[in-house]
């Protein structure tokens, strides 16, 4: 059982919009401790997607963007493209400063 | 090129050791911080362990407490992992990532392709 909850699977059509929800508690998230994403792409390491809660790295395209308020972050992609069909992950910090993940959410694009 | 490469799995018995190594390159590694991630195929990221940039701090996992050790050789920008004690539940791809940490922490923006640990009789 993670720490931090995703809903196992999301889907949508081409182009369409889409949110993964991460849900934590007040150990976590709402310790203001920054959520990060991660992409996994299949047979592939994870790569980071977005850091700091909101903020893109280099290279990563803006149909991707985060939020977070409370004890919860969100990943929303926008303009959704076959080549986003991957496992998510967001990923905080406990009061240990221990890392935490969440489940992993599968995508779908139909 | 920005690169981590896991080297040291492979197939060990129930309570036996294994020590991971994950070579850096391309960056300056005494900067960062670094981690060890485990996935079971077909599940998700496990968090195992992290050591801050100067080595002086390690963090582990509750699963792992006490059987694994991670250490640092910032002179041969090189991350370790001794795993003592395996179990077969310890079986999985092994990844090295670090983490930029200047007051805030950066997540983890650079990943190793992973090297695969199998506990078994």
């Known amino acids: 059982q993670s720490v931090l909850t995703q809903p196992p699977s999301v889907s949508g059509a081409p182009g369409q919009r889409v949110t993964i929800s991460c849900t934590g508690s007040?150990?976590?998230?709402?310790?203001?401790?920054?959520v990060h994403w991660y992409q996994q792409l299949p047979g592939t390491a994870p790569k980071l997607l977005i850091y700091g809660n909101i903020n893109r790295p280099s290279g990563v395209p803006d149909r991707f963007s985060g939020s977070k308020s409370g004890t919860s972050a969100s990943l929303a992609i926008t303009g959704l493209q076959a080549g986003d069909e991957a496992d998510y992950y967001c990923q905080s910090y406990d009061s240990s400063l221990s890392v935490v993940f969440g489940g992993g959410t599968k995508l779908t694009v139909l | 090129e920005v690169q981590l490469v896991e080297s040291g799995g492979g197939l060990v018995q129930p309570g036996g050791s294994l020590r991971l190594s994950c070579a850096a390159s391309?960056?300056?590694?005494?900067?960062?911080?670094m981690h060890w991630v485990r996935q079971v195929p077909g599940k998700g990221l496990v968090w195992v362990s992290r050591?801050?940039?100067?080595?002086?701090?390690?963090t582990y996992a509750d699963s792992v407490k006490g059987r694994f050790t991670v250490s640092r050789d910032n002179a041969k920008n090189t991350l370790y992992l001794q795993m003592n004690s395996l179990r077969p539940e310890d079986t999985a791809v092994y990844y090295c990532a670090s983490e930029v940490v200047v007051g805030a922490h950066y997540g983890m923006d650079v990943w190793g392709q992973g090297t695969t640990v199998t506990v078994s009789s």
């Open positions: 007040s150990s976590n998230i709402g310790a203001d401790y920054d």
């Open positions: 050591i801050t940039s100067d080595g002086s701090t390690t």
């Open positions: 391309g960056f300056s590694f005494s900067r960062y911080w």
